[in-house]
Each structure stands twice: as structure tokens, then as C-alpha cells.
């Protein structure tokens, strides 16, 4: 029997199940707008019972990723939001709200194998992709608990949860097609942004095949000896890869580079640093956002001072960057990616 979820499904593909079936093509349509909403088979009032009982007979899940815990900040109102799985695996997400929208980061896999030094999602490795279903079900379950008669409860997404989207290369590209449909979710594409350590081969191959999120690559120093000690992925893609990469990107798909610094206090806040970086930048169209690192115990790094974060800031305004202090949010609910689902799957563990 399968062992499928919904989510996973183009409206084209759950027509092809209602005909196997023997269901009517334009039951689909109705399908699909149910499995948008998270609603369960026996939400799902205008379909057939005979219908949704033939789906789960078959193994189809109406949902597959179930709000596990749900944290709010008192500091902003920013949510963190843990997910289980059907697996029993679990990952997370954070809803931060804005003036011009509500944005939410997404996990694209469960763990991580990058093993960035500041960073909890690559401390217990890799466990698995992520299906496309599976990175849709979160921003069906956020969605579904926001919104209101006025306003989507998402209006933005970020792939920069627990995981290197680039490496789960095939399942995110169906998300990015699956979430834009206009007869399902329909979030501008314009409003999805892919946060990345720098796979180059990867950025260019998302170019080619047609997609544009905004690309923001976590670069977090200024030359190849200093990533390398901060980013393992350093080993394998110089900055200089990178760029043109970036440079590449740009060309086919048109959007601005964002490029993420996170501040760490004695590594790479110096003086010397921050012209360097904007040597690195120079010429690009690009914007830097400037993070305040979340402590992560684990890790042992700091984040840099207020002090030296803005005059690192002004640095590189002088030098003619675009640059931005992105402000810290969550911290009081264990911000940090990955941090909150380890913190969480070891105390159930003791």
C-alpha cells in the first residue's frame, strides 16, 4: 500500500488519483483546495466519504506534518513553531511578524550536514530530506492557525530553518511550484526567499531550470581562510565561486543578491574585515544583512557587541554597500535554527 502525502501532489497528479480511483477529474480540485487549508478527510464536507475512504484504504495522508509546540516571544511576538512528522521526526519554524507582512523560515531537512560552526541544525548530522509535502505542510499549518478575513496568516517565506535547501535540491523546487500555485496557496514568488551556504552548482542549476526566490547566501567572512574555519562547505566553494555564481544567477533571473554576515565577536568584526567584505561585494547588486549571532551552547561563539556590530555597519556604508542590521528576533525562545528541536528531543531523551 502507499505511504504518500497529499501535500506532495500537484493538482494535476491528484487528478490522475481520483481517475484511478474512479472518482470524477474535478474531485481533485476540491482535493487540492482541502489539503491548501490542512483540513483532515473529515473536514473535507463537499468531497464523497466513498472517496476520502478510498485515499486513506490507499495510503494517501491528508496531513502529514502536525504543530508539535508552539513558543511566542515576550520580547516581539516573533513564534517559533515545532513540527512532528509522520516519522516521528521533528523540525521547526519560525513566524516573525512585520509591517509589511507575516514571514516564516522553513525547514527543508530534518538535521543538517553542512556543520556551520554557529549554527545547532548540523549538530546531529543529517537525518533526512524533507519532501516537498512535508515543507508545504508547515506553511499550511502556520497558515492555518494565522489567518483571517483580511489578511493570509504567511505572506512571506524563508527557506532558512533547519537545513541546506540546496542540497535537498529536487524536493525544494516542487515546493517553490507547489506553494506559487495560484489554485492552492498562490505565495508570490516574488515573496520566497532561498537562504544557502553557497552550492554553487546548485544556484546555477536553479537559475536554469527556471526558478527565482531571492537568493541570500550565508557568507559570514570576508576571505576563504576565515569561511573555512566558521563554514565547512569553505572547502569545497571559494567566495570567489560564489560570487560568480551570484553573478550568474543575477544575470538569468534579475533579483538583488543578499548576502548574511552573522557577527561574531572577535572573528570577523574587525576593522580590516569589514573592508575586505566590501572589496568582496564590490560591483555586485547586492544587500548585506548584518545578524547578531544567537548564542548557541553547543557551539561556544558570541555574538558581537552593539557597539561594533553598527560601526562595522557604518564601515561599509562608507565603502558605498548596502547594508542593514537585521534585528534580533526570538531570542528569548531559542531563535538560533535547530536550536529549540534539539533542545527540545534531548529533554525527552533524559
Known sequence: MNDVLLAD???????????????????????????????????????????????????????????????????????????????????????????????????????????????????????????AGEILGQVIAVNALNVTDVERGVTNIVLMGSGEPLDNYDN????????????????????????TCGLCDRI????????????????????????KEIMPIAKRYSISDIISAVKYYFDKTGRRIIFEYSMIAGKNDSEQCARELADVVKGLSCHINLIPLNYVKERGLSGSNKKNVYRFMSLLEKQGVSVTVRRSMGSDIDGACGQLRRKVIKNEDD
Open 172 to 195: 525544494v523546487c516542487k515546493f517553490l511550484t507547489l506553494v506559487s500555485d495560484e489554485r492552492g496557496l498562490n505565495i508570490s514568488k516574488r515573496n520566497i526567499s532561498l537562504s
Open 204 to 227: 546555477r542549476q536553479l537559475a536554469d531550470d527556471g526558478y527565482s526566490p531571492t537568493m541570500t547566501i550565508s557568507l559570514h567572512a570576508p576571505n576563504d581562510s576565515m569561511r
Open 9 to 131: 501532489k500537484s493538482l494535476e497528479e491528484l487528478e490522475e488519483i481520483a481517475i484511478s480511483l474512479g472518482e470524477k477529474k474535478f474531485r481533485a480540485s476540491q482535493l487540492y483546495k482541502w489539503v491548501a487549508k490542512g483540513v483532515s478527510y473529515d473536514g473535507m464536507k463537499n468531497l464523497p466519504k466513498s472517496f476520502t475512504d478510498k485515499l486513506a484504504e490507499s495510503g494517501y495522508r491528508a496531513r502529514g506534518v502536525e504543530i508539535y509546540g508552539e513558543y511566542k516571544s515576550k520580547l516581539d511576538g516573533t513564534v517559533k513553531y515545532l513540527y512532528k512528522l509522520a516519522d516521528g521526526n521533528i523540525v521547526e519554524g519560525v513566524l516573525m511578524r512585520y509591517k509589511y507582512g507575516n514571514t516564516l523560515c522553513v525547514s527543508t531537512q530534518v538535521g543538517c550536514r553542512m556543520n556551520c560552526s554557529f549554527c545547532a541544525s548540523g549538530l546531529d548530522g543529517l537525518i533526512r530530506n524533507l519532501t
